[in-house]
């Protein structure tokens, strides 16, 4: 069974920084794009970040790209978001997403965690 | 990166069939077959329910389709029925390795 479980989220001031990881199970991690999408409860899906099953491909939204930085560790079968210079603009739950195709990163997301909670205020 | 524009709601009463719209530009929607659509209902985890376009996951019901024209890509669900109604997004590749989503619709099932 594939599983995706977040953690990281919480409180945070303005200006600072929060990393937020993913654990997946259950599917050949290294073989799959995985990403990250933010929503703010009671709003919008939006697309965050993600990166290819070989780290070949990143892409970041324009809202977050130069403050948020997408890493991997496919012996650890972990995703990451390393958040800096958070606003309150960056308030959402966060989920991490995989992609539907081995080796392949069209962006279909598949299966999704059930997200953590980020806050961004003083 | 502009999110997509898709109607705020949508509504339609049981056994019917509605389509949902999602438009884009020539940069995303227009460009690639790697539209994707997904159904949330309240406080779950988003479900994929379209891929490529057009492509029906696993365990999802023939009653949803999608199809693309041009700078536009639909969702259309057949026979409708009351637990149809749920948020749906669309998501499109946009070049670079990125996405966009829209702004989602909410339907209601009459």
């Known amino acids: 069974e594939v599983q995706l479980v977040e953690s990281g989220g919480g409180l945070v001031q303005p200006g600072r920084s929060l990393r937020l990881s993913c654990a997946a199970s259950?599917?050949?991690?290294?073989?799959?794009?995985m990403h990250w999408v933010r929503q703010v409860p009671g709003k919008g899906l939006e697309w965050v970040s993600g990166i290819s099953w070989n780290t070949d491909s990143i892409g970041y939204a324009d809202s977050v790209r130069g403050r948020f930085t997408i890493s991997r560790d496919n012996a650890k079968n972990s995703l990451y978001l390393q958040m800096n210079s958070l606003r309150a603009e960056d308030t959402a739950l966060y989920y991490c997403a995989k992609d539907i195709w081995s080796g392949w990163f069209e962006g279909h997301f598949n299966y999704w965690g059930q997200g953590t909670l980020v806050t961004v205020s003083s | 990166q502009s999110a997509l524009t898709q109607p705020a709601s949508v509504s339609g009463s049981p056994g019917q069939s509605i389509t949902i719209s999602c438009t884009g530009t020539?940069?995303?929607?227009?460009?690639?077959?790697?539209v994707s659509w997904y159904q949330q209902h309240p406080g779950k985890v988003p479900k994929l329910m379209i891929y490529?376009?057009?492509k029906l996951p696993s365990g999802v019901s023939s009653r949803f389709s999608g199809f693309k024209s041009g700078n536009t890509a639909s969702l259309t669900i057949s026979g409708l029925q009351g637990e149809d109604e749920a948020d749906y997004y669309c998501?499109?590749?946009?070049?670079?390795?990125?996405?966009?989503f829209g702004g989602g619709t909410k339907l209601t099932v009459l």
């Open positions: 020539s940069s995303d929607v227009g460009s690639y077959n790697l």
């Open positions: 490529e376009g057009s």
């Open positions: 259950g599917f050949t991690f290294a073989d799959y794009g």
């Open positions: 998501c499109s590749y946009a070049g670079s390795s990125t996405w966009v």
